[in-house]
């Protein structure tokens, strides 16, 4: 039974045509099934019951005159249970097309996620709290250190995770270079291919030639090699720091990389070597690897034409975290990229970004606990994305067991974005997800840099602020005992101690 | 001058080691390799030089090869000449799955069989094979040549997108997105260049060519939310 009263009928009377002829137009009143619409003396409708609205939206549907508004006065998901307006949309929208949804963006909907989870502070009983103003804070990841002979020195534990060219304009992808180089942290180059200038650019070069150094003190770039192999070449492989191999994504596990034909321009269509306006579908699987052995042998020959110098990283989707892992961890890489349901995508079908994966919390513990079976916790760093949108995502994933976060969506909103979902329509008004050169004209790389610099800055100081309210000086200090459930089922998924119980939970070995 | 040393036993190395001594002996004059078929990935991201690896090889020889001219005697594993973008590759034997995936360039030449999934994302090599392939060769074809002397199995070209494909033998079926063209005369040509470069004994003339039906399969097939 629809909840009595929990829609707002409004009858714009500019457009109402009744309202400007009466008499001549009273479809509302015909089509309500439930009277919410009636006609006056005068021939004038009126909303006279609107208590009786469930919200189908009929008279919406039927108002000649696009008159109609009915907004909830309460979560569609309580008065209409299943069928929401968005669903009943869906469902037309199938019916008429035949073609699934397709997005940009991140899970939009309730997933279990941080923000059942509280910072635990120091007082009395443990070491007293740091002085956020006037002490230090150790912020500082080494990746690949004692285990190639260049590892990459992140002044804080923090990247930008993959975002292909193609998905991210060039100007974005600089942008992202230059923050990183001001920073001192990684950029990555995704799977589209090494943007020209990205590679000096994020080692805080202004030229090819590497004389003038304009930002300092220099970060990383990693090159990122995926399923679809786009414009992968030796030396590619060998233009940045680091090599990462993809194996999934948050957004889309079990799905290769997705960009629509609209954003395939000239000069997309020239580093990916497909036509231009043609879909480029990445496989989901390698061609080149099928076994956890291949896998390991991929890992040995970058590798070896990296001349065993710089790190190589794996990423990995939310499937199961701790075989994945495990799988990862023995195949030889320096670090792992674990990405939870949460994480973003450039174009990703709506079920899929919406309902699979593991959200990116219940991906932390177990990926910890497999790094410790083998003995290599904080020897094989761990790098979590998915959804983290500031210092307190990122301290909480610290204090789980993560040696590193990533920030890709809220980077593109640090950008400018206002997350509206249509990252793949290539159109972003703010230049950063669009191929166009006239919405691009609207990104300045530098300025862009400069936003990204600030929300990283301030990102910074948020997780040293965490850090030392809870006693400790160097985030490599940080623990579970920093942090507390405050449900049972985030104690039950995390591990986490309970608050108020102040143990884990009886499955969780105490 | 004496010619340098030219013979290299790889048996007892790993294959840091193996590279680091291929490196090193790389000169002016073909390197012969032996012993090398526990390595995988040896020879990769080489940009010069000659190598003959008598006997087999293993899995993914010549991996990002970007220059190197790379021979071998006997039968190779998985993935030779994976993501190559110039030079070549020749095979006398035989290759497992995989054969020549992810290239943008140069020419790999498999003398005998080939496994299943060769030449996949072909973005602009010239891949022959003299024997027989498997199944889901050239799937998801971008550019270039693919020339099969014998037969294919199933899903032969499945989403091609451009290029061609050449093929002597038989095919247990054509994949998504393919059309089967007349052989030109240009393509004649081009087939008996092939054969004269790369030493195949095979009559052009009675070549069949694959060619995408459209360069756009998946296009339409999706569309974006509230369009
Ligand atoms: C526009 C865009 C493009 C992306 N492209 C890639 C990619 O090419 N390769 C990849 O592994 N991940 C890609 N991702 C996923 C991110 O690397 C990352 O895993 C995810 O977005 C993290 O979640 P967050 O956005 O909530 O921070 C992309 C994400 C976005 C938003």
Redesign the interface.
């Known amino acids: 039974m629809a909840v009595v009263g929990a829609f707002c009928v409004s009858v714009m009377k500019n457009a109402c045509i009744n309202a400007q002829y009466p008499g001549k137009c009273a479809t509302c009143v015909e089509v309500c099934p439930y009277q919410v619409y009636a006609l006056d003396g005068d021939g004038q409708v009126s909303v006279q019951n609107f208590n009786a609205c469930v919200g189908c939206r009929i008279c919406a549907e039927f108002c000649p005159g696009n008159a109609i508004r009915i907004n909830s006065a309460e979560p569609e998901y309580i008065t209409r249970a299943l069928w929401t307006f968005p669903t009943v949309e869906e469902i037309h929208h199938k019916a008429l097309t035949g073609q699934y949804l397709l997005r940009g963006f991140g899970t939009m909907g309730p997933l279990p996620h941080f923000d059942s989870i509280v910072v635990v502070p120091s007082q009395i009983s443990s070491p007293a709290p740091r002085d956020k103003y006037r002490e230090e804070c150790k912020t500082d990841v080494v990746i690949g250190e004692g285990r190639c002979d260049k590892p990459l020195h992140l002044k804080l534990p923090i990247v930008f995770p993959a975002m292909s060219f193609g998905a991210l304009s060039r100007e974005a992808k600089l942008a992202l270079a230059i923050c990183a180089a001001q920073m001192g942290i990684a950029t990555n180059t995704g799977e589209g291919g090494l943007v020209p200038g990205e590679n000096y650019m994020a080692n805080g070069y202004a030229d090819a030639e590497r004389t003038d150094k304009k930002w300092e003190p220099g970060g990383y770039l990693v090159m990122q090699w995926s399923t679809g192999r786009w414009g992968v070449s030796v030396d590619y492989v060998r233009a940045g720091d680091a090599v990462e191999v993809k194996i999934g994504q948050g957004a889309k596990p079990g799905m290769g990389g997705h960009l629509l034909g609209k954003k395939v321009t000239e000069e997309i269509a020239a580093v990916r070597g497909v036509p231009p306006g043609s879909d480029a579908l990445s496989p989901c699987r390698y061609y080149d690897a099928q076994t956890a052995d291949d896998m390991k042998r991929m890992v040995a020959f970058l590798r070896d034409v990296t001349d065993y110098q710089v790190p190589i990283l794996m990423k990995l989707g939310p499937s199961r975290p701790y075989a994945d892992v495990k799988a990862c961890a023995e195949a030889g890489v320096d670090a792992i990229s674990i990405d939870g349901a949460a994480g973003g995508t450039g174009a990703s079908p709506d079920i899929v970004t919406q309902g699979v994966g593991i959200p990116t919390i219940a991906c932390i513990p177990p990926a910890v606990r497999a790094l410790k079976d083998l003995g290599l916790h904080r020897k094989v760093k761990l790098i979590a994305l998915g959804g983290l949108r500031g210092g307190l995502d990122a301290f909480k994933a610290l204090a789980m067991g993560a040696d590193a976060v990533g920030f890709a969506s809220a980077a593109e909103i640090a950008l400018g974005c206002r997350a509206c979902m249509a990252c793949h329509k290539g159109e972003c008004v703010y230049g950063i997800t669009s191929q166009n050169p006239r919405l691009r004209a609207r990104l300045d790389p530098e300025e862009g840099a400069t936003r990204l610099r600030n929300f990283i800055h301030a990102t910074a100081e948020e997780i040293k602020i965490l850090t030392m309210l809870s006693g400790h000086t160097s985030i490599h200090d940080l623990s579970e005992e920093d942090l507390r459930a405050l449900d049972l089922n985030t104690a039950a998924i995390t591990g986490l101690k309970l608050i108020g119980y102040e143990k884990r939970l009886p499955w969780w070995d105490n | 001058m004496l010619a340098v040393a030219t013979a290299l036993d790889v048996k007892d190395m790993d294959?840091?080691a193996a590279?680091a001594a291929i490196k090193e002996s790389t000169g002016s004059e073909t390197l012969e390799i032996r012993n090398a078929a526990h390595l995988?990935?040896l020879c990769?991201?080489l940009?010069t030089g000659e190598y003959d690896i008598i006997g087999d090889a293993g899995?993914?020889l010549g991996?990002?090869?970007?220059g190197a001219t790379i021979r071998v005697t006997g039968n190779v594993g998985?993935?030779v000449g994976?993501?190559m973008?110039r030079g070549l590759i020749v095979v006398e034997g035989s290759a497992a799955?995989?054969a020549g995936?992810?290239p943008?360039g140069g020419a790999l030449v498999i003398r005998g069989n080939a496994g299943d999934?060769t030449a996949?994302?072909n973005?602009?090599a010239t891949i022959i094979v003299c024997g027989d392939v498997g199944d889901e060769i050239a799937?998801?074809h971008?550019?270039g040549d693919v020339v099969v002397v014998g037969n294919a199995g199933v899903n032969f070209g499945n989403y091609m997108?451009?290029g061609a494909l050449y093929i002597g033998g038989e095919f247990k079926s054509q994949g998504h997105n393919t059309r089967i063209e007349e052989i030109t005369i240009e393509d004649v040509q081009k087939l008996r260049r092939y054969f004269e470069q790369f030493d195949v004994q095979a009559d052009a003339t009675r070549f069949r060519k694959l060619i995408a039906e459209t360069?756009?399969p998946?296009?339409g097939?999706?569309?974006?939310?509230?369009e």
């Open positions: 294959l840091r590279s995988h990935g990769a991201g940009k899995d993914y991996v990002l090869n970007d998985q993935y994976d993501n973008t799955y995989g995936v992810y943008y999934f996949t994302m973005k602009g799937t998801y971008l550019a997108i451009r360069a756009k998946f296009y097939k999706i569309v974006k939310r509230h």
